[in-house]
């Protein structure tokens, strides 16, 4: 399991601080500790940056690839900022955080990722930027976009599905969590091809202030996710016992000699 660390985002006061006031150190030291905390990639949520966009996703890029040689995974809806975080980007290949159905999103992102080398995450979001109701609907939305990429020479193994796991909060939370787990189950089979996908984990406890309730959850789900396929994962890396879970993960479901070291 691919395992992307989501602690850098410019809405935590550390981040925003070191933003403000160009200082790269505070990025710097956030990025390294999530490399030793077992990242292997490293979102880079920059929010919509409607001021200033290109020149902060700019500047976080760099103060990342200062600090550790992982990939960059670009987050932000302003098209602007995105590439300019490709241009910065000088690691290994970057990712675009993301793409959907939505007509400002295919106008904007989709030419990016025809024009730079980078992974392509797929929110399997309505045009009209809902969220799907159920399984069905999330994987009528992947073959849809999966026909779209194709026409626009967009490679397969570039492409990374994200179905969107939504907060438990909400009124339909819990069924919506139990539609994810089986889209992430039938999107390969639908697709015809070895379809990535990726779940934001943090996604589902959203509103749930940080404790062992929480956490317990969120590693929950994640077994669940991995019984069911899933190949990367979005989530806190700070927060060992659900990284040591994703490591179990791979180890149960890889079919091969075990070991205890993982």
Request: net charge negative.
């Amino acid at each position: 399991m691919f395992v992307i660390a989501d602690n850098i985002q410019i809405t935590r006061y550390r981040v925003e601080m070191a933003v403000k006031e160009r200082n790269p150190e505070p990025v710097k030291q956030l990025a390294a500790q999530c490399r030793e905390a077992g990242a292997q990639a490293i979102d880079i949520n920059t929010g919509p940056l409607s001021r200033q966009g290109e020149e902060i996703m700019q500047f976080m890029v760099e103060a990342v690839q200062e600090a550790c040689d992982l990939p960059v995974c670009l987050d932000t809806v302003n098209a602007q900022a995105m590439e300019a975080g490709l241009r910065a980007a000088k690691g290994p290949r970057p990712i675009i955080n993301g793409i959907s159905m939505q007509p400002e999103k295919l106008e904007g992102i989709l030419p990016l990722a025809q024009n730079y080398d980078a992974d392509l995450i797929c929110f399997l979001l309505k045009p009209d930027g809902h969220v799907p109701k159920d399984a069905d609907s999330r994987l009528a939305l992947a073959v849809e976009l999966t026909g779209i990429l194709d026409e626009a020479g967009i490679s397969r193994d570039r492409v990374v599905f994200d179905p969107l796991a939504v907060p438990l909060m909400w009124d339909d939370g819990g069924r919506q969590a139990v539609e994810v787990v089986e889209t992430v189950r039938l999107l390969p089979e639908v697709l015809g091809f070895d379809a990535r996908v990726m779940v934001g984990l943090s996604n589902l406890t959203t509103g749930r202030p940080p404790g062992p309730q929480r956490q317990l959850v969120e590693q929950t789900y994640l077994a669940m996710l991995g019984g069911a396929g899933l190949t990367w994962v979005l989530l806190n890396i700070f927060n060992p016992d659900t990284i040591a879970t994703a490591r179990a993960v791979d180890v149960l479901s890889s079919g091969g000699i075990f070991s205890w070291h993982f």
